[in-house]
Structure formats: structure tokens, C-alpha cells
């Protein structure tokens, strides 16, 4: 976790993604790559009047949200680089993730004000670069917190787990969650044991926890995680692409509308 994408946007989760991307950078004597689109949807529309009055007004706002949070790293002692360009917020975020070890966005849609953020299925599906999907009441990321791995056998669990490893190895406790089904029990493609004795390789004890499905997948796996004050949960990202938007599977979207601690997301 040295190369940290950090999207900067003046929006309510800001502060909760930077402090965020701050703790994992000093725990990791990491890098921040603050990158700051000026989306281009929001400067020009069908016929490009009012674009030219727009584009200094934005980009002054842009260069003056800039400045204060430039203070604030150089206040912190961390490594960061600065990228701001006019460009779709998912374009110019996927192109720097490309090279990241960790994607830092909100929860939410920092623009249009939706309760799951698009550009974090843009990035969780279409990036192999993990992604780390925080709250806007996120105050702190505590690296040694307990995690909560959400396990279902799949290839996309997998692919989460594996690219968790160095933030389990810095946790305090790890539990990988089930979620029992009737339909389903036992058909796990790979089984929590085998992901047990992945991490164990890596030096990770964790535990193996069944929990009864409540009202609902998303809803079991948030309480599991309240129960072991989980500092964050790990899960495979599902989803589709329709008409050139990111959809997210059910339990996804879901987790990312209320979930009250970060999720680090993979597909």
C-alpha cells in the first residue's frame, strides 16, 4: 500500500477519504497521488453555451480547494504529487489507479449527490487496483483495527482477499464471514478454509464465522462487522456495465448506501 490514489473533490466525504488516505500513507510510508478532475460534463452542455463563463470559474475553484488541502499535506509530513486536468472524474481516476496499490473515493456520488457512488463502480469494476469506498462519518482509518472478510467462494472474493493481504497483516483480528444459505450451503466454489490457509501463509491467523442470514445479505455482513468492531470489510466487487454506467450487484450497492465503515472493494 505505497502508491495511494486519493480523488480529490470539495464534497461532505473529503475529510473522511483524506484522513483516511492519510492514516494508510503514514502506516505504509506511502505516496498520495491527488488527483482532481474537473469533470467536463459539469463545464460544457449539449451546445457549449455558457462553457467559456464556466470553465475560469471552476477552475479557480478548483485551484483555491487545491491550495488549502496542499497546506494541510505539507502540515502532515506525508509524500504526495498533485494532478488536476478538466476530464471525466471516472476517466482520469482510472488512469492513475492503473499504477496505484489503493484507490481512495467516498461512498456516495460527490457530485450528483446519489447514495452509491458511481465512479466507485467505475473503478471497482473496470480497475484491477482495489478501491477503499469511505463514508462521509469516517473520521480516522485505524490500521490495526479488526477486518471483516465477506467470503462466498468466488473468484472476485478471491481477488479482494489477495489484494487485502497487506492491510490484514496490520490488523488485530481478522474473521472471514459467511453467510449461510438454505439453497446454497456448501457450494462455495473455494471454501473459507482454503482462504484461511491462504492468509496463513502470509502469517495472518484469522477465524471462520457462519452467521444466519437476517433480512438480508448486506444487512447480515454489516452486523457481523458491528460485532467484532470491524474497521472496515473486505469483499468482492459485483456488478455489470449498462448503458455506460456501472451497476452494482445487490449486496454491493447496498453495503456502499449503509455501511458506516470503509469497504475495500475488488472485482
Not at 485551484?63 to 498533485?82: H, I, M, P, Y
Amino acid at each position: 500500500m505505497r502508491s495511494i490514489v486519493l480523488h480529490i473533490h470539495d464534497d461532505e466525504s473529503f475529510e473522511a477519504r483524506f484522513q483516511t488516505a492519510l492514516d494508510i500513507s503514514k502506516a505504509f510510508d506511502g505516496h498520495i497521488d491527488c488527483v482532481q478532475p474537473i469533470p467536463v460534463d459539469v463545464t460544457i452542455d449539449l451546445y457549449g453555451s455558457g462553457s467559456a463563463e464556466m470553465v475560469p470559474i471552476l477552475r479557480d475553484s478548483a485551484d483555491t480547494f487545491q491550495r488549502l488541502v496542499e497546506t494541510r499535506l505539507n502540515a502532515e509530513g506525508v509524500a504526495w504529487t498533485w494532478a488536476q486536468d478538466f476530464d471525466a472524474t471516472g476517466h482520469m481516476l482510472l488512469a492513475h489507479a492503473a499504477l496505484a496499490d489503493l484507490a481512495i473515493l467516498g461512498s456516495s456520488d460527490p457530485v450528483v449527490g446519489r447514495s452509491v457512488s458511481s465512479i466507485a463502480g467505475q473503478l471497482a469494476i473496470h480497475s484491477r487496483t482495489p478501491v477503499l469506498a469511505v463514508p462521509a462519518t469516517v473520521r480516522s482509518f485505524d490500521v490495526s483495527s479488526p477486518a471483516l472478510v465477506a467470503w462466498n467462494g468466488s473468484v472476485e472474493s478471491s481477488h479482494a482477499l489477495r489484494a487485502a493481504v497487506p492491510l490484514l497483516q496490520r490488523s488485530s483480528s481478522v474473521h472471514i464471514a459467511t453467510v449461510e444459505e438454505r439453497h446454497d450451503a456448501g457450494a462455495y466454489e473455494l471454501s473459507a478454509i482454503a482462504a484461511a490457509e491462504f492468509l496463513s501463509r502470509h502469517g495472518i491467523e484469522c477465524e471462520i464465522v457462519a452467521i444466519p442470514r437476517r433480512s438480508g445479505s448486506a444487512e447480515t455482513l454489516r452486523h457481523a462487522a458491528e460485532m467484532r468492531q470491524a474497521g472496515y470489510i473486505v469483499m468482492g466487487a459485483y456488478g455489470h456495465t449498462r448503458f455506460r454506467e456501472t451497476v452494482f450487484g445487490g449486496v454491493t450497492r447496498d453495503l456502499l448506501a449503509h455501511s458506516a465503515i470503509p469497504l475495500f472493494l475488488c472485482h
